[in-house]
C-alpha cells in the first residue's frame, strides 16, 4: 500500500504464473516466455541422465506432479511425447485433472520428426489434444489439421525469431551462386540420399546451361544412417559443382554463418510438420527450398520456393526462383540491409508472440478457477 497527498494506494503485485515446460531448456521455449509475467521451472533431471538431458521428461509422470503440485501453476508441452505411451499420458491427463492443473500443449509436430511410423505419435497427440485447456498452434493451415483431429480451434501463435540479440551474419561475397542443404544426423524424416541425388542432377543441368553455381551437402560426423551416408558421398564423387562437407555437429553461431554463405538452402524433409530452419533462414535473408510436406510453406510463404525429390527439373526451377534478382546475394549491402530489417521486425513480434502466451496461460488459469 502506498500513500500520496493522504490518499492511500493499493498497488496489487501480480506473480508471475509458474510454468512447467516440457521441455524449459530449450531456445524455443526461450523465446516464447514472457520474463516477468512467467517463471520456468527447470527441467527434472532423469535419473542416470547426463548433465543437460531433460527426455524422457520427469514433467510428464503422475509421480512427479504429484510430488511437485504446489511449485507449478501448469504444464505447457512442446515436445518429447515420444518417451510415453499414449495409455501413460493418459495418465498424466488424468493426474493433472486430479490436482486442477491446466494443461497447454503446442501441436509443433503433427508427425514427429525422430520417428519412422507415425501411429502411436498420433494416438499421443490426440489424448493430449483432446484433454488440453488451450491447445497452440504455428500457422492457419496446421490450425485446420489439428482442427480436424480434435475438433476444436486452437489458438495460432507464429514461431518468432530464435536470434539473440546479436549482430547477425550476412555471408560472404562470392562470385559463384552457392546452394547449400545440410542434411545433419540423417534422422528418420531427412531423406538425405534422395535429396543429393536430385541436386546433384540439377546442378548439373544448370551449369550445363551455362550457370555459375555449386552446391555444398554438409553432414555431421556422427550420423544414424552410415549406408545412407556413404550413398551420399558416392553420387557426389566426381561430380562437377556439387561438394560433400563432413564434420563436427554445428553450434548455433557457426550455423548461423554457414547458412548466412548460402544464397538458397535446401530443406531435405520427407515429412514433418514445422521447420526451426525455415525460421533461421528467414532471419539470416536466405531463401528456402523445400519439399511439400507439412506446413512449413506457410511459415513464411514469400520465402519459400517447393520442389518433389526425385525431380530435378522441379528443384532446378525452384533454384532458378529461389536465386534470381529479386533477392539478395550473401556479403551484398542489399543482404545486410535485409537481415537488418527482418531483425527489427522480428524483435517487435517475438514481444507479441510472448503477449500472446502469457494471454493463453492466464485464460486456461481462469477458466481453471471457474470450474
Sequence with gaps: MQSRGGEKIVVTVVPPIRVAAVPSAHPYVTAITDPEGVRLLADPPPPGAPAGQWWPPQVLLPAWLEA??????????????ESYTPMELEETVATLRRLRRPLVYTVHDLENPQLNTQATHRASLAVLAAAADELITLTDTADAEVQ??????TTVITHPTLLG????????????????VHLRDLRPNIDGVGTTATLVRAIADLRAQGARIEAVVRMNERVRDEDAAAS???????????????????????LAAWLSDLDACVLPYRHGTQSGWAE??????????????????????????????????????AIVDA??????????????????RRRTERAAEREDVRAAHLAVYRRALAAEVAA
Design 68 to 81: 511437485n503440485a504446489e511449485n507449478f501453476d501448469l504444464v505447457h508441452v512442446h515436445f518429447g511425447i
Design 148 to 153: 480436424g483431429i480434435a475438433h476444436r480451434a
Design 165 to 180: 540479440d546479436d549482430p547477425r551474419p550476412t555471408g560472404s561475397a562470392h562470385d559463384v551462386t552457392r546452394i547449400g
Design 232 to 254: 551420399i558421398d558416392l553420387l557426389s564423387a566426381g561430380t562437377d559443382g556439387v561438394r560433400v562437407e563432413r564434420g563436427p555437429r554445428l553450434d548455433d553461431d557457426e
Design 280 to 317: 533461421l533462414c528467414y532471419d539470416l535473408a536466405v531463401p528456402v527450398i523445400g519439399t511439400r510436406v507439412g506446413h512449413i510453406a506457410a511459415q513464411h510463404p514469400g520465402d519459400f520456393h517447393t520442389f518433389d525429390v526425385g525431380e530435378p527439373v522441379s528443384l532446378t526451377r
Design 323 to 340: 536465386t534470381d534478382e529479386a533477392w539478395s546475394r550473401p556479403g551484398s549491402d542489399r543482404r545486410e540491409a535485409e537481415v537488418g
